[in-house]
């Protein structure tokens, strides 16, 4: 069993930066690949990031490349991802999810751990 707890999330103003941090329990989390995933009110959950367990291949939606950074510290058992030049239309709860099957899937439904979320909201 793994459990899954984000923090970083906030008030920003467009063009600003956040990090949000998905702080893992259980020594086979290193093993899991770990995903981003948000959702806006009333739409549906979105994929955003993805990273495998060895962190060697990475996975971003088109909206979000070459503005976020998904990484990982082995050390800490915690995923990161990295928010740059933030718009609008980032806003969304973000949840971190991680399975031990492999999966980059942009589908949620393969992914079998999920934390709480936690809220980014970017301003104009």
């Known amino acids: 069993q793994v459990q899954l707890v984000e923090s970083g999330g906030g008030l920003v103003q467009a063009g600003g930066s956040l990090r949000l941090s998905c702080a893992a329990s259980?020594?086979?989390?290193?093993?899991?690949?770990t995903a981003w995933f948000r959702q806006a009110p009333g739409k549906e959950r979105e994929f955003v990031a993805a990273i495998t367990a060895t962190g060697g291949s990475k996975r971003y939606v088109d909206s979000v490349k070459g503005r976020f950074t998904v990484s990982r510290d082995y050390a800490k058992n915690t995923v990161y991802l990295q928010m740059d030049n933030l718009k609008p239309e980032d806003t969304a709860v973000y949840y971190c999810?991680?399975?031990?099957?492999?999966?980059?899937?942009?589908?949620?439904?393969?992914?079998?751990?999920w934390g709480q979320g936690t809220q980014v909201i970017v301003s104009s």
């Open positions: 999810a991680a399975d031990p099957g492999g999966t980059m899937s942009s589908d949620p439904k393969p992914w079998n751990y």
């Open positions: 259980g020594r086979t989390f290193i093993s899991y690949t």
